[in-house]
Structure formats: structure tokens, C-alpha cells
């Protein structure tokens, strides 16, 4: 079973930071928070993933609270293309990856 | 670098036939995994494996599944005897050192 709670679904408007929230609050010392998202019905793509520390590359941030029981995406200026379900997922290494529900997120012209 | 390469992208089986899904893993790594997502549900974890291994093989069925991952060539995921519930996509992903999962296009399975 998933360790992660997320919202069914969202709506942001184009051009605005899309924020998704995540709850792990059974998230264990040596597992890390991993965001993908699947587009229709391609296969998942990689988005960002942290430990500890707040992460930042080219496609988002994520944000992850001092206890480590929940964390948010940001997608800084959403487009149309980033329509997808996204997921969160709590991992140790080594390890396969449980998918959830994840959050739908739809982006409004 | 290429991808995660799946072959073939759409496959049609009448019931009772076999299908043969391939994999070949992003240059470098030898970790493999399948995963299975029916129509308007979500992605069902299915095998892990290494080269020659298999790690954990915890969401298999338990007939007429298998998966190898050989030393030389790709991963094949081997459906026997396929049945119309067995229509899906399945989704291969590979990983070097174990952090981010690469994941292929998937091979849309439709069984007749």
C-alpha cells in the first residue's frame, strides 16, 4: 500500500505556481520523498526528489517540512502540458516504487 | 543517451496465446521493473529484478507470469495462456544506482 495521502484532484490556472501537497506522516529515517507524474497515458516521468533539505531543479521545488510528515510540489508557472497525474511516494533505496492514486491536476487556460 | 526501450508499443493476442513483452534497461543500469496499469486505474507494481536475479517478485500473479532479466539482451515479460483481463499497459522502468527510476513508453496489451 502507498504511505502517502493526496488530494483526489486540483485545478491551477495557467501561468500560476501549481502547489501540491503530500502527507507522510509514517515516513521512516531513511526514506525519501519522490515525485512523478504521469501525462495521459504515457509512462511516468521523473519530476524531483529529497531527503531532508528543500530540492530544486529545472521542473519544480519540493518542499519538505522539518518533521518530514508532508511535503509540496511547486511547478512555478504552470502550462497546459503539465496536465498529469502526479504522485508522491515515500521510498528507501534500493526499493521498488508503490504507486498511489496521486493527484490529478488539471490546468485552466 | 536512449531511453528505456519497450517493444513492442501495442501488442493484440487472441485468448489463449502467448505474449512477450521486451525491455531493454537505459545504458548502464541493471535494475529492471514492471509495472501493469488497467484502463482508468492506477500502476500496479509487478517485479523487480536484477541481472539474473529476481529481487522481489511480490505482484506477480502467481500463474502464468514470469519475467527473467538475462545476462545479455533484454528483459522479457512473458504472458501464457493470456485471458481478456489480462488488456492492459505494462510499464517497464530501469535504475543504475537506485535513485530515480527511468520509465519506458509502455506496451499496450489488448487481448481478443
Known amino acids: 500500500d502507498a504511505k502517502t495521502t493526496q488530494p483526489t484532484s486540483m485545478d491551477c490556472a495557467e501561468g500560476r505556481a501549481a502547489n501540491l501537497p503530500c502527507n507522510h506522516s509514517t515516513i521512516s529515517g531513511n526514506e525519501y520523498v519522490y515525485w512523478y507524474r504521469q501525462i495521459h497515458s504515457q509512462g511516468p516521468q521523473y519530476i524531483i526528489h529529497g531527503l531532508k533539505n528543500n530540492e530544486t531543479n529545472e521542473m519544480a521545488s519540493l518542499i519538505i517540512t522539518e518533521d518530514r510528515k508532508s511535503s509540496t510540489l511547486i511547478l512555478p508557472h504552470a502550462t497546459l502540458r503539465d496536465t498529469a497525474v502526479y504522485y508522491c511516494?515515500?521510498?528507501?533505496?534500493?526499493?521498488?516504487?508503490?504507486f498511489g492514486k496521486g493527484t490529478r491536476l488539471h490546468i485552466l487556460p | 543517451n536512449a531511453g528505456v526501450m519497450q517493444n513492442p508499443r501495442h501488442l493484440v493476442r487472441r485468448r489463449g496465446q502467448e505474449a512477450r513483452l521486451r525491455c531493454s534497461p537505459m545504458k548502464g543500469h541493471s535494475h529492471v521493473y514492471w509495472y501493469r496499469q488497467l484502463p482508468e486505474e492506477g500502476l500496479k507494481f509487478m517485479v523487480y529484478?536484477?541481472?539474473?536475479?529476481?529481487?522481489?517478485e511480490s505482484g506477480m500473479p502467481k500463474e502464468r507470469f514470469s519475467a527473467e532479466f538475462p545476462k545479455e539482451g533484454p528483459s522479457i515479460l512473458r504472458i501464457q495462456q493470456v485471458v481478456r483481463g489480462d488488456s492492459a499497459a505494462y510499464f517497464c522502468?530501469?535504475?543504475?544506482?537506485?535513485?530515480?527510476?527511468?520509465f519506458g513508453s509502455g506496451t499496450q496489451l489488448s487481448v481478443l
Open positions: 529484478l536484477q541481472k539474473e536475479n529476481i529481487i522481489d
Open positions: 511516494i515515500v521510498r528507501v533505496e534500493y526499493d521498488k516504487i508503490i
Open positions: 522502468a530501469s535504475s543504475g544506482t537506485n535513485e530515480k527510476l527511468f
